[in-house]
């Protein structure tokens, strides 16, 4: 997983509540097997229609979504987080989310950062004026070009997953020499080993 510690970017901005996983990536998609390549079908019906938000020519190259209340609901499939870290996408802001896509974005790589409607005003006025933000995990705040600075809560846990790019598998290589000590200094409770 990338490390993730601080991006400067354009903001997309959906704001729509109640945007769902079937809308984020349709069920058609999931037959793959790998992890990546769901970028090109992110929001497949939507993009279908010239106006949908992500065709204006200022939200092009944003790693920077704003969303509306409740993102991500419905179905719990972790291909919705692919399609969005694949897309490029690499911070969400929105008032909520569903808790097993806030799962999901973490252990993508995606910051879910939850904020306030007032908070989401601001930044949704200041980047319809001047489109760049830069959201700084190891601050945790957001600024704007123009001073707006907008701080932002985050679990130490997330931030130390993001920050680090930490996955599952390299939290539990960080422990290794932990892991052989306590293998050193206690005796299995039956022989695993197989006679040969």
Known sequence: MRELRQVTSPAAVIDRPD???????????LKRIERSGYGQFLFYDWMKDPAFELHKPEYAGAEILIAGRNFACGSSREHAAWALEDYGFRVI??????????????????????????????????????????????????????????????DAYAQETLVHGLDDIARTLKRDAAIAAYEQRTAAPLDTLAAL
């Open 19 to 29: 945007v769902d996983t079937d809308q984020i990536i349709p069920k058609q998609f």
């Open 93 to 154: 802001l929105a008032p909520s989310y569903s808790d097993i896509f806030h799962s999901n974005a973490l252990k993508t790589g995606i910051a879910p950062l939850e904020l306030s409607d007032e908070a989401l005003t601001q930044l949704k006025a200041a980047v319809a004026a001047r489109n760049e933000l830069t959201v700084d995990l190891q601050t945790l705040e957001i600024r704007h070009p123009d001073g707006l600075v907008v701080p932002v809560v985050l």
